[in-house]
């Protein structure tokens, strides 16, 4: 691995907290008609489909064909979008800082909407200052397929063993470790500075107390 390797962040959940739950909790008080209304109504692999480059009116219109009781709920999905970001995960954002000013190149593989990617960049401008982003909604193929990897080393002009790759998500992991990145399964930002100066990379640690 060269001195400086090139660190890849997932952005959901690594770099800002997303919880989408979060728009509903005056809708629904009650924690479980809440979880079961997000699984039921706005599911992982509804809002999946607009990661992958489905249009948000196309995804919406889908939904509220299905379940028509709960159009405004729908909609407010991603008219209040913003408001599924608690924000920025400061830890790991101070630890981006510190690998810029250690010389490492900083990129982004996300699975994200490309009609939401620009607000978000809006909204958390950190996010535009990436070397290379790869945004799945803007490549019609998202993490975990091998696809989206192979795209990102290509734009950057890296080879893998050459990058660490960061991400919350176990299966995005194991699909970066079979294609020869070396890895992090985010956690905590604690966590993740510890586990990059263990893999060999420079940056000041925050002791407790």
């Not at 970001?85 to 400061?90: L, M, R, V």
């Not at 200052?129 to 799945?136: C, G, K």
């Not at 990102?152 to 063993?161: C, E, K, M, P, T």
């Not at 970066?176 to 966590?191: I, M, Q, Y």
């Amino acid at each position: 691995m060269p001195a400086t390797p090139a660190i890849v962040f997932d952005v959901g959940n690594v770099l800002l907290d997303w919880r989408p739950e979060r728009i509903y909790r005056d809708a629904f008080p009650d924690d479980a008609q809440r979880a079961a209304f997000v699984a039921e109504v706005v599911p992982q692999d509804w809002h999946h489909e607009q990661d992958l480059g489905r249009s948000i009116a196309d995804g919406v219109a889908e939904r509220i064909a299905l379940f028509p009781e709960h159009e405004t709920h729908i909609r407010a999905y991603y008219e209040r979008w913003l408001d599924t970001i608690e924000g920025a995960i400061e830890g790991s954002v101070a630890i981006l800082e510190d690998l810029r000013a250690q010389g490492h190149p900083v990129h982004a593989i996300t699975n994200f909407s490309a009609e939401l990617w620009p607000l978000t960049v809006e909204a958390y401008p950190f996010l535009g200052d990436f070397d290379v982003t790869v945004v799945s909604g803007e490549e019609g193929v998202t993490k975990p397929h091998a696809e989206i990897f192979r795209r990102f080393l290509s734009r950057a002009g890296v080879a893998a063993q050459d990058c660490i790759f960061i991400d919350d998500r176990a299966e995005n992991i194991a699909a970066a470790d079979a294609l020869g990145f070396r890895t992090v399964h985010f956690t905590v930002p604690e966590n993740l500075r510890m586990e990059l100066v263990r893999l060999g990379v420079r940056l000041p640690i925050e002791l407790a107390g």
